[in-house]
């Protein structure tokens, strides 16, 4: 973990945020790298399960909602945790937490437990009363299930069918930690996948597979992976069955996503709160139903976190060890690293020709700093997959470069005329 935090320092992945006031608790900023593969992660989710299938459409709706969406949920009653508060350093944790009676920190006696609601509150507008209480909406399903009827009647979608955002949502965690795996703001990518009645549970146990596969087809060990059936105390008030698909991080099996078949439960809420109808016209039976929903719910930053946990490797290399980064090319933050052999003068400015017609088609980066073999390293420590390399040879005998492979090592000898083909071979992009 260590190693993993101090990487994504070093090489510009995630950042403490706030770390120059000493930072703010559990909050991170990602940063140039860091950025490159959350948006990769995102676009191979949204081409996946969005544009990629013809029963599914996404939409983006806004953070903050109207407050009466949180009790129709259940949000405002339920979406709480037991709190316990020492009474002797007044630090507070979670009661279903903590391994002893008294407080970890110093010895002190717990108050009993009582309900936290994990939502943020806020104000809209310029008056703070109650009248103007807003909530940081804490997952972006409801903006989902409250634009039911909308997405209905703008795509005519028939049964099954689903809807999927990517965004920020927020929950004021008693205990966070682990680095990004639990914090207070978050991105989530959820599905609603609307269902007839009676098919739910095939079509539950089809959605655990299909994200297995997703994350087996981009690198992740398989034997890293499993699915975990929540008991019938864990459910969330809103769910009838619901299974993880955990990671075995470094500190133990964790939760990257969960699955739940949240019944018609929403639907009905929102019809009985707001009065509007939310159900299908089901042609087959001449009758009006109300779906069941099947929600696949990943966050984007832990999947990020088990992208760089699963593919973080340290390797004996000539007495020294290699890090290296075994990303999924997809996910690569950087596609391709131009270098010319040294920073001869005869050799950069036909390093940077390479480099802008490599630029055009791949997220690359050029590196003259330093022997070659220590910017391979770089390369490798943030998981680049290729690197072209310029050398005399280029300039005096044959108009070609060499591609060398970030996991085999291996180097091939390629024409500048074929480059761009054999990188995009290569990368399968
Ligand atoms: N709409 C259902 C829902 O939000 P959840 O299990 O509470 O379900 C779904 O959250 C996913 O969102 C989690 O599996 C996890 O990947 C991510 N997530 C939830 N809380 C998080 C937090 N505090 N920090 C980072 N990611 C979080």
């Not at 190693?3 to 000493?22: A, D, T």
């Not at 900023?29 to 959350?38: F, N, Q, S, T, V």
């Not at 949180?70 to 508060?85: C, I, K, N, Q, Y």
């Not at 398989?222 to 993880?244: G, I």
Request: net charge negative; glycine share 6%; proline share 4%.
């Amino acid at each position: 973990m260590d190693k993993i935090v101090s990487l994504c320092k070093r090489r510009g992945f995630i950042f403490q945020s706030s770390e120059i006031y000493g930072g703010l608790a559990s909050t991170y900023d990602y940063g140039p790298l860091g950025i490159e593969l959350k948006r990769n992660i995102r676009d191979m989710w949204w081409r996946k399960f969005i544009q990629g299938r013809n029963d599914m459409v996404g939409i983006e709706s806004a953070i903050l909602m109207h407050p009466e969406v949180w009790v129709a949920s259940g949000h405002v009653a339920t979406f709480t945790d037991p709190l316990v508060e020492c009474m002797a350093c007044h630090r507070r944790f979670r009661a279903d937490h903590i391994e002893s009676g008294t407080c970890p920190e110093c010895g002190g006696v717990f108050t009993e437990p009582r309900q936290f609601n994990l939502m943020f509150k806020t104000h809209i507008g310029p008056v703070e009363d109650t009248a103007s209480q807003a909530y940081l909406r804490p997952e972006t399903a409801q903006g989902i299930f409250v634009n039911f009827q909308n997405v209905l009647n703008a795509t005519r979608k028939r049964l099954p069918f689903g809807i999927g955002q990517i965004g920020k949502s927020f929950r004021n965690e008693i205990t966070t930690g682990n680095f990004t795996f639990r914090t207070r703001e978050f991105e989530q990518m959820e599905i609603e996948y609307f269902v007839k009645p009676g098919t739910d549970e095939e079509w539950h146990r089809q959605w655990i597979d299909d994200f297995m596969s997703w994350f087996v087809g981009l690198g992740v060990r398989s034997d890293r992976l499993k699915v975990r059936a929540h008991a019938q105390d864990e459910l969330s008030h809103y769910a009838k069955a619901t299974s993880d698909i955990e990671y075995n991080f470094a500190w133990g099996w964790g939760e990257l996503m969960g699955i739940a078949n949240r019944t018609d439960y929403d639907l009905k809420a929102h019809t009985t709160h707001s009065g509007v109808r939310l159900d299908y016209f089901d042609e087959d039976s001449n009758q009006h139903i109300i779906p069941y929903v099947i929600e696949p719910a990943l966050g984007v930053d832990r999947a990020l976190l088990v992208f760089l946990f699963d593919s973080y490797d340290e390797e004996a290399l000539g007495g020294d060890t290699r890090v290296v980064l075994h990303l999924h090319p997809a996910l690569a933050p950087v596609k391709v690293a131009v270098l010319p052999l040294s920073r001869n003068a005869r050799l950069v400015p036909k390093a940077l020709e390479v480099y802008d017609m490599v630029r055009s088609r791949f997220v690359a980066q050029y590196d003259d700093a330093q022997s070659i073999g220590r910017r391979y390293r770089r390369q490798d420590e943030i998981g680049t997959p290729l690197a072209v390399t310029v050398d005399f040879q280029t300039i005096d005998e044959d108009n070609a470069v060499t591609i060398r492979d970030r996991d085999t090592m291996e180097q091939v000898r390629v024409s500048l005329d074929d480059l761009l083909d054999a990188l995009g071979e290569k990368l399968n992009m």
